[in-house]
């Protein structure tokens, strides 16, 4: 069975740093890739960062330069290190298997998610 299992998250003020882990199992072989995305309170999924299995990696638009995705092959692990963060960041985080590609903005773009995590940025 595939899981997803995150941790992390939490309350912090504008500017601060945050750093989510997304601990992988049940995948025989290394998944082709892995993101993150995120829902704010009332809207729509937004994708934030996404990593192939050569490591490769993109971001979102309105992450970029201040998120850094990562993966630690030996914990099947992922990471997302978060700084200068900031209100508009404020929302539920889920690590997800993409379907294809790496952007995922729906439920339907994954089959496997984490179990979302809160990361709320308020002074």
């Known amino acids: 069975e595939v899981q997803l299992v995150q941790s992390g998250g939490g309350l912090v003020h504008p500017g601060g740093s945050l750093r989510l882990s997304c601990a992988v199992s049940?995948?025989?072989?290394?998944?082709?890739?892995i993101s993150w995305t995120r829902q704010a309170p009332g809207k729509g999924f937004e994708w934030v960062a996404g990593?192939?299995?050569?490591?490769?990696?993109a971001y979102g638009d309105a992450v970029k330069g201040r998120f850094t995705i990562s993966r630690d092959n030996a914990k099947n692990t992922v990471y997302l290190q978060m700084n200068s963060l900031n209100i508009e960041d404020t929302g539920i985080y889920y690590c997800?298997?993409?379907?294809?590609?790496?952007?995922?903005?729906?439920?339907?773009?994954?089959?496997?998610w984490g179990q979302g995590t809160q990361v709320t940025v308020s002074s």
């Open positions: 990593m192939y299995n050569d490591d490769s990696s």
């Open positions: 997800v298997i993409p379907k294809y590609g790496l952007r995922v903005e729906a439920r339907e773009a994954s089959n496997y």
């Open positions: 049940g995948f025989m072989y290394r998944s082709p890739a």
